[in-house]
């Protein structure tokens, strides 16, 4: 069965391309000798522009759909479409390309460079565009802005605070303008007033039209979604109410 | 981004990055030193031939080597009348005898035609060697015997003695002893080629052709201070007495010539009653190229003598800068590569274990839409610099070690086998040689012992090429880092980590 937002169905404007559609997808990979099967046979549509939260328990197969929906990984079997371009079947060079253009990514553990200032690891996001530095430096200083880090630009992670260095990280998946943000437990090592603080950027951003997908444990955080899946035990389903 | 990124890095393990480029600058300073010693060795050697046999001498000619058993000592008869008695009896001997190489055999003269003759050859001039011996001792008045006061001569012990005797002749009491200098006949027409092409007019003229069968003779400048004559002074050559009429150095400061004297080819040859012939051809080809060539029709020309080439004159060369020459190029090139691959292997372990370190920042960089060649690129540039930081860290400790080198400037010995050959034992007593002639007197006397400066000359392709190894090894190191890099699945990385 596959999931619809009905809500973006209903709508009256002529019906735009969803952000991604999921056909019958399964992913098993190998650990320790044993073979894991992560995902079976997952159906999904996410509308352009929505926000979509992904719960369940661990080792249930969040991760790993993020990972399929992030183009960091391809199904052992079905079809994950992101506009028209089926990932599936898609080269390794235009995976690299999707990932630089059309998809951002925070980590829970936020995987800031340490060595680099928060301007610097902003600007690393850029790179693959190959922009002329004075492009890139406007970018940056853009995107640090809209996390609220203008004055921030110059110091490096180990002089910010955990809620600051997400902002950062969530300033370096934006600055490429991309379609989708893709966030693994976003507000997993902050304490409750960070939490509340980057949900709000999540938000601010979503409103502005980014395709928001965020896998969490946080029912507070989940709360905050327009519409919210349950992944268990490699399928899916709605739990939205 | 690129830079800063790099820079950032190789800061952050300044450890690691110490490690790296302390071990490649060891290697890169030791192929420097190595390469600048060994140039120093070849200059000293070409030195020593100089010496010897002369600028722009590409080839020597010489007569076949004696078997073992043939050739004698110089015979030094004393008939009845030889020797001055004084007044209290006492018998004063002297005698001096031209001699050529025992050990060798000569060429007849005309195989200089033959030589001059064959295609290739530019130049080519002959040479006589030889070594004065001067016999001189007393002996005292034999007990028993009539005072010599009639003047009338004692009875002398004969030459046919046999070798190994010393001193008096049974009576005890006597002393002998033996001088030798080496000689040099040469063509005093031709110095273009050979042993005078090498030297400097210190005092007095050179031989010329006028000087063909007269008997001067010109002198190597530190054997006449040593002998305290000068130009214009006479000295015993052989049993004739010849004016010195010049005096020459050599043109290395560090070296002397190859003989103590030189005299005209044909006085040479009548003096030593040795004949129309000659020890030794020196020849210059044509070109470098054709020296090969020149050398394999020397050697079909001449079948029964000896052709040698400046390679063949290089291994004759004895002393310490033998032994240094092998040292270095045997010890010294193999040190050279096993730290040289040592330090590569360390920079390839530190390379791997990094991106083993840094798999989830990698796997982020991937994440986050870096392609797979950025990352490689990254990475081995990364090892690149490191290795190229060694590098000029190797360039400057191997010039710091070039630079005392040629401060210290060691001295060392090298003794080229002068006269065209190896030298061998001396003289034997074939035929019942003189008294007190003792073996390996001609062998020792033969060889002209220099002492050369060794200096370790740099250029600049050494100093480039020891820089490019470094920078070659850190490619190394980079490819087997790009490689794991490469191999980093970024799902993989960021589930590794998770």
């Known amino acids: ?10 709508a009256a404007a002529a019906p735009a391309v969803p952000a991604y559609r999921l056909a019958g997808v399964v992913k098993t990979y190998r650990q320790k000798g044993r073979e894991v099967r992560a995902l079976a046979g997952v159906d999904l549509e996410i509308a352009a522009g ?42 390794r060079g235009d995976l690299e390309r999707v990932r630089a253009r059309e998809i951002g990514f925070v980590f829970q553990a936020f995987n800031l460079i340490p060595t680099l200032t928060a301007a ?45 260095q997400q902002r950062v990280a969530i300033a370096r998946a934006i600055a490429k303008q991309p379609q989708v943000l893709l966030a693994d437990e976003p507000t997993g090592n902050l304490d409750e007033s960070m939490r509340d603080e980057i949900l709000g950027v999540l938000e601010g951003l979503n409103a502005g039209g980014l395709t928001l997908i965020v896998v969490t444990h946080d029912s507070a955080v989940a709360r905050r979604a327009r519409r919210r899946l349950r992944l268990d035990r490699g399928t899916i389903r709605d739990i939205t109410r | 981004m690129y830079w800063t990124y790099l820079r950032r890095e190789l800061s952050g393990r300044k450890k690691q990055t110490a490690i790296v480029a302390i071990g490649m600058s060891i290697a890169v300073a030791l192929v420097i030193i190595v390469n600048a010693l060994s140039a120093g060795v070849s200059d000293a050697q070409a030195q020593a031939l100089e010496s010897v046999y002369g600028v722009g001498t590409d080839l020597t000619v010489t007569g076949a080597q004696a078997e073992p058993g043939e050739g004698g000592g110089p015979r030094f008869d004393f008939d009845e009348e030889g020797g001055q008695i004084g007044d209290d009896g006492t018998t004063t001997l002297t005698q001096s005898r031209l001699t050529t190489d025992m050990m060798r055999g000569t060429l007849d003269a005309s195989t200089l035609d033959s030589v001059t003759a064959i295609d290739g050859v530019a130049a080519a001039s002959g040479a006589l060697s030889l070594t004065n011996m001067t016999f001189s001792g007393e002996l005292p008045q034999a007990p028993g015997d009539a005072a010599g006061t009639d003047g009338t001569q004692q009875q002398m012990p004969q030459g046919d003695q046999g070798g190994g005797q010393s ?19 040469i063509d005093p027409g031709d110095t273009s080629v050979g042993p005078l092409s090498a030297v400097t007019l210190s005092e007095g003229r050179a031989l010329e052709s006028a000087d063909a069968g007269t008997e001067v003779a010109v002198l190597d400048a530190t054997y006449a201070a040593s002998a305290d004559l000068a130009v214009g002074d006479t000295m015993d050559i052989g049993g004739a007495t010849f004016e010195v009429v010049g005096l020459v150095a050599s043109a290395s400061s560090d070296a002397d010539t190859a003989s103590n004297v030189y005299i005209p080819l044909d006085v040479a040859q009548e003096l030593s009653g040795a004949g129309d012939v000659v020890s030794t051809i020196y020849v210059q080809a044509a070109s470098s190229d054709q020296i090969s060539a020149v050398q394999t029709a020397l050697q079909e020309e001449l079948p029964d003598a000896t052709v040698s080439s400046q390679a ?58 870096w392609s797979n060649s950025r990352v490689v690129g990254q990475v081995a540039g990364e090892s690149v610099v490191q290795a190229f930081i060694g590098g000029v860290a190797g360039v400057v400790l191997g010039l710091i070690g070039v630079t005392i ?16 050959g190896q030298t061998g034992p001396g003289g034997g007593s074939g035929d019942g040689g003189g008294p007190g002639m003792g073996g390996g007197g001609f062998g020792t006397i033969a060889q002209t012992a220099t002492d050369i400066v060794l200096h370790a000359p740099l250029s600049l392709w050494i100093v480039v090429a020891a820089l490019l190894l470094a920078v070659v090894g850190g490619l190394v190191a980079g490819a087997f880092g790009g490689w794991r890099a490469a191999k980093l699945s970024p799902a993989e990385a960021l589930r590794a980590v998770a």
């Open chain 1, 1 to 10: 069965m596959t999931i619809i937002d009905q809500s973006v169905a209903d």
């Open chain 1, 50 to 91: 929505d926000f979509v939260t992904i719960q369940g328990p661990t080792g249930g197969g969040k991760s790993t759909l993020l990972q399929l929906l992030g183009a960091l990984d391809v199904p052992t079997d079905g079809h994950v479409l992101i506009g028209e371009a089926d990932l599936a079947t898609a080269s």
């Open chain 1, 120 to 164: 610097e690891n902003v600007a690393m996001g850029l790179e693959p565009l190959g922009l002329q530095p004075a492009d890139r430096d406007i970018r940056v200083t853009d995107a640090l802005a809209r996390v609220g880090l203008s004055d921030r630009g110059d110091h490096r992670p180990g002089e910010l605070s955990g809620g600051q």
């Open chain 2, 167 to 185: 001193g008096g002749g049974g009576f005890g009491g006597g002393s002998f002893g033996v001088d030798s200098f080496s000689v040099l006949g």
């Open chain 2, 312 to 369: 063949d004159l290089a291994s004759t060369v004895s002393g310490s800068l033998s032994s240094a020459g092998s040292l270095i190029t045997n010890l010294g090139t193999w040190l050279s590569i096993i730290v040289l691959v040592v330090a590569v292997a360390l920079a390839v372990l530190f390379t791997i274990s990094g991106i083993s370190r840094r798999t989830r920042e990698l796997g982020t960089l991937k994440a986050i839409g």
């Open chain 2, 405 to 420: 080198i040629n401060v210290v400037a060691p001295t060392i010995s090298s003794a080229p086998a002068a006269f065209g």
